[in-house]
């Protein structure tokens, strides 16, 4: 309907209907003070001998074709020239694992060749190639048979590289958490703790209180003023330290028939113990 412009030469003169899906084009033609984008639209149609048809949903089929182009469909058949059959027999790994399930050989299955197993390239965190772990020696691929690439010829048998990798892999992970320990303040909490939550918005909201710990790292918190309750986990915290509550003097307690030295002593010795308060 936004694109009658594009069709003035075809609507004039005749008698034009609108299918439409949108209820408030057909309720806009009753209404008494229209406006807006339709109130435009209808200005338009005012030349025109027009009928607006409210079909909803699925029923508007008419205006779904004329929102769409029409486009000739063309099919293309592709056709591959393949024998999967042939194709599975030509695959050395495929045709091993197929002899050895017929023949319930299960022998068989070490003949094939595991990439993972034959990764040469040392791990930093265990200070062994995977080759080595598995074989305890590095044991030539297929492609080094080839090229005739001798081995690493290792004493170690497959144990002893095994328990090195062990403890090589728990000293990588002590040093890691060591380095992570450096930057984290561990800070304990308890039932009855008041805390601050760290929040995107503003730095801080709360305090709250502990209510419940679930467990090491998730607590139950509730406000004490509204008395909602809500599930956090224990980085989202921070240890909240109130102020406080300061001592109000009573100034009866003070003789002002006393000279000012008395009373200026008096006033000193009372912010003394106020201070040794906080």
């Known amino acids: 309907m936004f694109k009658k412009h594009m069709f003035d030469f075809i609507c004039f ?3 034009v209907r609108f299918f439409t899906d949108l209820k408030p084009i057909s309720t806009l033609e009753k209404s008494k003070e229209p ?21 909803p949903g699925i029923l508007n089929k008419t205006a779904d074709l004329l929102s769409r ?14 024998d999967w059959q042939t194709e599975q027999h030509k695959d050395k790994e495929l045709s091993v694992i197929l002899i050895a399930i017929k023949t319930n050989n299960k022998n068989r ?25 598995i074989f305890g020696k590095t044991k030539p691929s297929q492609d080094d048979c080839k ?16 328990d090195k990798v062990k403890s090589n892999n728990e000293r990588s992970q ?11 303040k561990i800070v304990e909490f308890k039932v009855g703790d008041l805390v601050l939550l760290v929040n995107t918005r503003q730095k801080f909201i709360g305090p709250y209180e502990i209510f419940w710990q679930i467990n090491e790292v998730n607590f139950e918190i509730i406000d004490p003023k509204q008395g909602k309750k809500q599930f956090v986990y224990r980085n989202r915290m921070q240890k909240y330290f109130g102020r406080p509550k300061a001592k109000s003097i009573d100034s009866s307690d003070l003789d002002w028939q006393d000279d000012k030295v008395t009373i200026a002593a008096r006033i000193a010795r009372m912010r003394q113990l106020r201070r040794e308060e906080l």
């Open 174 to 184: 002590a040093s890691i958490k060591q380095q992570y320990d450096k930057n984290v």
């Open 13 to 15: 003169g005749r008698h």
């Open 35 to 55: 406006d807006g984008r339709l109130f435009k639209l209808f200005l338009k149609l005012q030349d025109l001998d027009h009928e607006i048809i409210y079909y």
């Open 109 to 133: 299955l070490n003949e094939l060749e595991k990439s993972q197993t034959w990764k040469q390239c040392i791990e930093r965190s265990t200070g062994y190639s995977p080759n080595q772990i």
């Open 69 to 82: 182009p029409n486009v000739q469909i063309s099919k293309l058949d592709v056709g591959v020239d393949i």
């Open 147 to 162: 090229l005739e690439i001798e081995a690493d010829k290792s004493c170690e048998t497959r144990e002893e590289v095994q």
